[in-house]
């Protein structure tokens, strides 16, 4: 069974940083592409950032170049998700999802996700 653990959300001011980590588990992670995923309130899912199982290709979300960053060690099948520069638009309910295969499908990039993580930036 699948199973992905977001944490290291919480609350952070405007102009903040935070660094989320996404455990995994129920499969072989070094086999898969993984994924960063968001919903806000009242919006439906939005993708943010994939990275291939190398850690050689990503791919980010036009709106959130330049201030997150994706990231994963095999060795510890975790994934991570930088986020620097937040601003309320950044609000949201923060996901990992595992890829469908080990480089990027855009027609389909990934299939499970976890349970997510609270991401509030307020003042």
């Known amino acids: 069974e699948v199973q992905l653990v977001e944490s290291g959300g919480g609350l952070v001011q405007p102009g903040g940083f935070l660094r989320l980590s996404c455990a995994a588990s129920?499969?072989?992670?070094?086999?898969?592409?993984m994924h960063w995923v968001r919903q806000a309130p009242g919006k439906g899912l939005e993708w943010l950032s994939g990275?291939?199982?190398?850690?050689?290709?990503?791919y980010y979300k036009e709106s959130i170049k330049g201030r997150f960053s994706i990231s994963r060690d095999n060795a510890k099948n975790t994934l991570y998700l930088q986020m620097t520069s937040l601003n309320s638009e950044d609000t949201a309910v923060y996901y990992c999802?595992?890829?469908?295969?080990?480089?990027?499908?855009?027609?389909?990039?990934?299939?499970?996700r976890g349970q997510g993580t609270q991401v509030t930036v307020s003042s």
């Open positions: 999802a595992k890829g469908t295969g080990p480089y990027i499908d855009h027609g389909k990039p990934y299939d499970e």
């Open positions: 129920g499969f072989t992670f070094h086999d898969y592409s």
């Open positions: 990275m291939s199982w190398n850690g050689v290709f990503t």
